[in-house]
Nanobody
Framework: QVQLVESGGGLVQTGGSLRVSCTAS????????MGWFRQAPGKEHEFVGV???????YYPDSVKGRFTFSRDSAKNTVYLQMSSLKPDDTAVYYC??????????????????WGQGTQVTVSS
């Protein structure tokens, strides 16, 4: 049984930093790209970026330069380090796993497994 367990969300002030972790079990971690999405109230899932299985990363313009992904294969864990946070970053953050061979991995439909989500709230 595949599980993605997230931790590390919370409340932070504008300009602050926060790190969210996502630990996977039940899958071969090295075979999966790990994507991040967020969902604010009343909005659809927004792609936050991906840590691909080949070691490369992609960040959309909305978070580029502020968010950083890293992977610890020994712990089957991927990290989302967020800095210079803004109130618009407030959302539930989800990690997701895909073994798709595509380079473009922004579509939620490509991801077979999802974490439960963790709330990130940025106060103004």
């Amino acid at each position: 049984q595949v599980q993605l367990v997230e931790s590390g969300g919370g409340l932070v002030q504008t300009g602050g930093s926060l790190r969210v972790s996502c630990t996977a079990s039940g899958l071969s971690f090295s075979d999966y790209s790990m994507g991040w999405f967020r969902q604010a109230p009343g909005k659809e899932h927004e792609f936050v970026g991906v840590s691909r299985r080949d070691g490369t990363t992609y960040y959309p313009d909305s978070v580029k330069g502020r968010f950083t992904f890293s992977r610890d294969s020994a712990k089957n864990t991927v990290y989302l380090q967020m800095s210079s946070l803004k109130p618009d970053d407030t959302a539930v953050y989800y990690c997701a796993a895909t073994n798709s061979a595509l380079t473009e991995l922004r579509s939620p439909g490509l991801y077979a497994y999802w974490g439960q989500g963790t709330q990130v709230t940025v106060s103004s």
